[in-house]
């Protein structure tokens, strides 16, 4: 906290030394006690600390991811016309690249096709975990992207994806392509 102490601004009076008739003493005692009756005041100014403003950033930061990986699921699923899991849960299973791939597949039909898509049940997910074959739905979504013309700095690295490493890099990346 930190205090702060301002002045009042000056009483009023009902004579205004302004207008006196050249009264020295009289305009002068005028002033000063208009001076003598300032009174001091504390207003206490409430200002977050450096770990309270690097709570509230952090806050904002996750508030914003949340709302771009809504607003992402959201889209591939009305491109995809398929119910996805819950955001959270989609946001960790997204790592096969299956979704990705067939995702790609309507984008850039001309550089994937759908049945180029490994794994598109996901059965093979489900009973062993991934497989390093699923790595070839995340560059198929790569390349698809590349061919869009899409800017190379919203690419996520495969290791990003495959191995969990940046999500959120992924998920910015599919806000920014919708």
């Known amino acids: 906290k930190v205090h702060l102490v301002f002045f009042s601004s000056f009483p009023k009076y009902t004579s205004n030394p302004t207008k006196m008739t050249g009264d020295k003493d009289v305009a002068t005692s005028a002033i000063s006690r208009s001076y003598s009756s ?4 504390k207003v206490v100014v409430n200002r977050k600390s450096e770990a309270g403003m690097a709570e509230a950033r952090r806050k904002e930061q996750a508030y914003e991811y949340l709302c771009h990986l809504e607003a992402a699921k959201q889209w591939v699923e009305k491109l995809l016309h398929l119910a996805l899991p819950a955001a959270d849960v989609w946001s960790e299973s997204i790592a096969n690249g299956v979704v990705l791939c067939k995702l790609a597949a309507v984008v850039a039909p001309n550089k994937v096709k759908s049945r180029n898509v490994y794994d598109p049940t996901q059965e093979i997910f489900k ?3 991934l497989n390093f074959r699923h790595v070839d739905n995340i560059t198929r ?4 992207m590349q061919s869009l013309g899409f800017p190379e700095f919203y690419y996520p ?3 990003d994806v495959y191995d969990r490493k940046n ?3 992924l998920i910015y990346c599919l806000h920014a392509l919708r």
Do not use: D, S, T
């Not at 979504?141 to 698809?144: I, K, M, R, S, Y």
């Open 157 to 159: 690295e495969v290791p």
């Open 141 to 144: 979504f790569l390349g698809a």
């Open 167 to 169: 999500i959120p890099r």
């Open 127 to 129: 009973g062993g975990g």
């Open 38 to 41: 300032y009174r001091r005041r």
